[in-house]
């Protein structure tokens, strides 16, 4: 059991910060190469990307705040002091995830770049591979029945 990402240094770079930002440039330049002439832009679609945008980081911010109440870690490949399963966490059991998509579907949407929509399902599946799966074995191994309670009430995504 690895206790501090440190022992690796590209631990820092796989986080899923990183791949957002990741599928954030790539949609703005293939938004901006490969318009191909398709366009959602409307007053309505940049609402919704503003509500794409701001709910993503709130549920990230209720998440990492709600971790913290806990006193448990927010970096993922480290191992959870605690099962949190209050607040935001009552809802999604990957609030921090969901809102990483959230804000990538609001971005496509504000830089009218239709043709980089395939990379929301792509993100969301780098997410649950490298990041989502990993961690639910963890706390398995560590909370076996709490977690497994956990996993009945809640879904993994919302």
Known sequence: MENSPLKSPLKWIDIPPVWL???????YFLGQSQPWNL????????FLAAVLIGGGLILMLLAIAEMRRQKTTVIPHLEADQLVQSGIFKHSRNPIYLGDVM????????????????LIPILLWVLEKR???PEENRLRRKFRQDFFKY???TRRWI
Request: glycine share 2%; hydrophobic share 65%; no cysteine.
């Open 21 to 27: 930002v990741a599928a954030l440039l790539a949609a």
């Open 39 to 46: 366009s959602i832009a409307h007053p309505v679609t940049q």
């Open 103 to 118: 804000i990538l579907a609001g971005f496509i949407l504000r830089w009218d770049a239709p043709v980089a929509l395939p």
């Open 131 to 133: 990041f989502v799966i």
């Open 151 to 153: 996993t009945q009430k």
